[in-house]
């Protein structure tokens, strides 16, 4: 446990932001940490990771623990290690020395939480056997799976006012972050051209994030098959030919994420048709970022990149047409069929486990538009937000052969000419942007994504 890097400065954001929520609801609100799952019996567990709410209003990663807020007031709920803990754990913090870190009023023991759960709103832990205690205190069945409702709902709205923009603690974390991620994936281009397998580049670039005592923010992508949106295999042989595209974030000790996704040829040398492509991708990617600035609807940050990737492959001959009526039916969606970004923060896809209540404006329901449906945020972005842009090109089996999708763009897509691009199965280029007052910060600005300074990298 990570007590011991708790600053004063820490404890002060806590105080804020335990406060601000207490200015905008009036009840009760417990919050759970979570617990590990066993793998095959207590003691070998998966990989514990709180509550992303938990470690904002608490800023430690406490197992079994709950803090209960009432009126600007901080109650502490853990049990103090058994005595035959120290053999197999060292000695750990107690309770009370805990409470004193995270500046709670009052610690007590999880039993005592018993007689404090009635009229307390909360938010579903990610954790089956969590949510077990969860319905037991509060007296009412609550699920990770279920809708908010009442006392619930409001308690989350709040939540979601809070985590949307980002104080100075947070981006402090957030910038770590993005450093290590950065530093890893200039390790995996370096070590690529000596690796074979997949695996070799996740492991280097895991390497260094696990190296700054980090872990990753979501299970890495290092795949030479990037059609596959989230393929978490990594087994395949590095062929020369190969573009290479990893996704891969760190989150650090305290729980805030970076995500950034780079694409780069196996031998070191992108083909004419991988470069074209690359280049159309990167332009959608520089105009996406260029316009970002408060104010600005991130929906229309997405139509931007559609157009800008259909006017790409208008130009290289793959599509026929006018760029925006091609957007219009959503032709972009064949070759990017997700949305340019989403929300980070404490997580990848950040407060999702909220629904879309974080990522859409209220009164704001997800379209069912093939070039839409995936859009994950759709609000006008505030100075404070941290958003990603990651535009891509895919060519998708699933999607490509679809009878009807041949049928509704047969004449928008010169299919045959198609086919002189089939080195290239999938380019993602990924970073991170914080809104500012005068228009963004690319926080992870540092790893470069044009292709000369991508083959250098390579080539190291
Ligand atoms: N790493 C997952 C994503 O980019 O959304
Ligand atoms: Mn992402
Ligand atoms: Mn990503």
């Keep these: 446990m990570v007590i011991q890097n708790i600053s004063g400065t820490l404890a002060e954001t806590l105080r804020h932001r335990r406060q601000k929520l207490s200015q905008l609801i009036d009840f009760p609100v417990i919050i759970w940490s979570g617990s590990s799952s066993p793998r095959n019996f207590s003691a070998n567990s998966y990989p514990f990771r709180a509550s992303s709410h938990f470690l904002y209003f608490a800023g430690l990663p406490l197992h079994n623990a709950a803090i209960r807020l009432e009126a600007g007031k901080l109650e502490l709920f853990m049990d103090d290690p058994q005595p035959s803990s120290a053999l197999w754990h060292g000695e750990t913090p107690k309770r009370e020395e805990i409470a004193e870190k995270i500046g709670a009023d009052i610690a007590r023991t999880m039993s005592?939480?018993?007689?404090?759960?009635?009229?307390?709103?909360?938010?579903?832990?990610?954790?089956?056997?969590?949510?077990?205690?969860?319905?037991?205190?509060?007296?009412?069945?609550?699920?990770?799976?279920?809708?908010?409702?009442?006392?619930?709902?409001?308690?989350?709205?709040?939540?979601?006012t809070l985590r949307l923009t980002h104080d100075a603690e947070a981006l402090a974390e957030l910038r770590k972050a993005a450093a290590v991620s950065v530093a890893a994936h200039k390790v995996g281009m370096a070590t690529t051209p000596k690796a074979k397998l997949e695996a070799e580049v996740r492991a280097a670039m895991e390497g260094v994030i696990i190296a700054h005592n980090m872990t990753t923010s979501y299970n890495s992508i290092v795949t030479v098959h990037g059609e596959v949106l989230h393929n978490e295999k990594y087994d395949h042989l590095l062929q020369p030919g190969d573009l290479l595209l990893a996704d891969v974030g760190a989150e650090t000790e305290m729980g805030w994420a970076a995500d950034i996704t780079r694409t780069w040829p196996v031998s070191g040398k992108f083909s004419t048709t991988q470069r074209d492509i690359y280049d159309v991708v990167l332009a959608a990617h520089d105009a996406c970022i260029a316009n970002?600035?408060?104010?600005?609807?991130?929906?229309?940050?997405?139509?931007?990149?559609?157009?800008?990737?259909?006017?790409?492959?208008?130009?290289l001959g793959i599509f026929q047409g006018n760029p925006e009526n091609l957007v219009e039916i959503d032709a972009h969606a064949l070759f990017f069929p997700h949305g340019i970004g989403h929300l980070l923060g404490l997580d990848v896809h950040d407060m999702e486990d909220l629904g879309d209540l974080a990522g859409y404006e209220a009164g704001r329901k997800r379209s069912d538009r093939f070039g839409l449906s995936y859009l994950r945020l759709n609000r006008p972005l505030r100075t404070g937000m941290l958003v990603t842009i990651e535009p891509g090109f895919y060519q998708v089996p699933a999607i490509l052969n679809n009878t009807d999708n041949?049928?509704?763009?047969?004449?928008?897509?010169?299919?045959?000419?198609?086919?002189h691009f089939n080195d290239v199965r999938g380019i993602r280029i990924e970073d991170d942007v914080l809104v500012t007052a005068e228009g963004r910060e690319v926080l992870t600005a540092a790893l470069p994504n044009d292709v000369d300074t991508i083959e250098s990298l390579v080539h190291k």
């Design 406 to 419: 041949r049928k509704k763009y047969q004449d928008v897509v010169n299919w045959e000419y198609l086919s």
């Design 112 to 160: 005592e939480l018993k007689y404090r759960g009635s009229g307390a709103a909360s938010i579903p832990v990610q954790n089956y056997q969590t949510t077990l205690v969860q319905s037991k205190i509060l007296q009412r069945q609550i699920s990770a799976s279920s809708d908010l409702e009442g006392l619930d709902m409001e308690l989350a709205k709040a939540i979601v």
């Design 292 to 315: 970002i600035r408060p104010g600005v609807e991130y929906r229309d940050i997405h139509l931007l990149a559609a157009t800008v990737i259909t006017e790409g492959l208008v130009d």
